[in-house]
């Protein structure tokens, strides 16, 4: 099955700086890598997507990259602010045959953006 | 966005009882809905993949008779964990797709359960 490896696993940063989190998978086969925010307690939120066929896309702050030979995408997120501080996931998904829409998540990457 | 919602949110059991948690797709049908589990401090783990009108499908690990999931209609999953033990204490989600949305991709997560078990 799928493994997604995310680094690192806490990133602080100070207000205005970038961030730069990396994630890794080994199934050449998915095809669909989204990036959520989770905020504690809560459920997780999309902030940006890609799929397989786009090595790049940007949502304002957010931006995400996706190298398909080298298996490894990355979210980028400049002019950080002090409520971008959270737990953000990577995540892959196979979507086809019988494992269609399985999600399968990085470790997890806790963000400290301090004022 | 389509909308996920679960029920409850919060819930306190003793050790040994079960306890249902539903998930509900509000404006959307979905055959198929997901089921997660999360840890203090940890990511999220698919446990199953509830299909309605079959059985679910489940993650190796997950012990089937213990985590009973049905998917009787197409906007309702519920998961029911028997003989809760405080091992089992962790917040479950469910998602969905919407398969009319514009972003097929794209799934949608419940607000979560809460799950303590003394």
């Known amino acids: 099955g799928e493994n997604v490896e995310q680094h690192p696993s806490t990133l602080s940063v100070q207000e205005g700086d970038s961030a730069v989190i990396k994630c890794t998978y080994s199934?050449?086969?998915?095809?669909?890598f989204p990036w959520y925010k989770q905020e504690l307690g809560k459920r997780p939120q999309l902030i940006i997507d890609?799929?397989?066929?786009?090595g790049e896309k940007k949502d304002q702050r957010i931006a995400v990259t996706l190298n398909k030979t080298a298996k490894h995408f990355s979210l980028h997120i400049t002019e950080t602010q002090p409520e971008d501080s959270a737990v953000y996931f990577c995540a892959a998904e196979y979507a086809g045959g019988t494992s269609y829409g399985k999600l399968t998540f990085g470790q997890g990457t806790i963000l400290t953006v301090h004022p | 966005g389509a909308v996920v919602s679960q029920h409850p949110s919060r819930v306190i059991c003793k050790s040994g009882t079960s306890v249902k948690i539903e998930c509900r797709s509000l404006?959307?049908?979905?055959?198929?809905m997901f089921w997660y589990r999360q840890f203090p401090k940890q990511s999220l783990m698919l446990m199953a993949t509830s299909n309605e009108g079959s059985k679910a499908t489940y993650e190796q690990g997950v012990e089937k008779d213990k985590f009973l999931i049905n998917h009787a209609s197409l906007t309702l999953s519920t998961l029911t964990v028997t003989s809760a033990h405080p091992e089992d204490s962790s917040f479950y989600i469910c998602?969905?797709?919407?398969?009319?949305?514009?972003?097929?991709?794209?799934?949608?997560f419940g607000p979560g359960t809460r799950l303590t078990v003394l």
């Open positions: 998602s969905a797709r919407d398969p009319s949305g514009l972003e097929l991709d794209e799934q949608f």
């Open positions: 199934d050449s086969a998915s095809n669909y």
């Open positions: 404006d959307f049908q979905a055959t198929t």
């Open positions: 890609i799929r397989s066929n786009v």
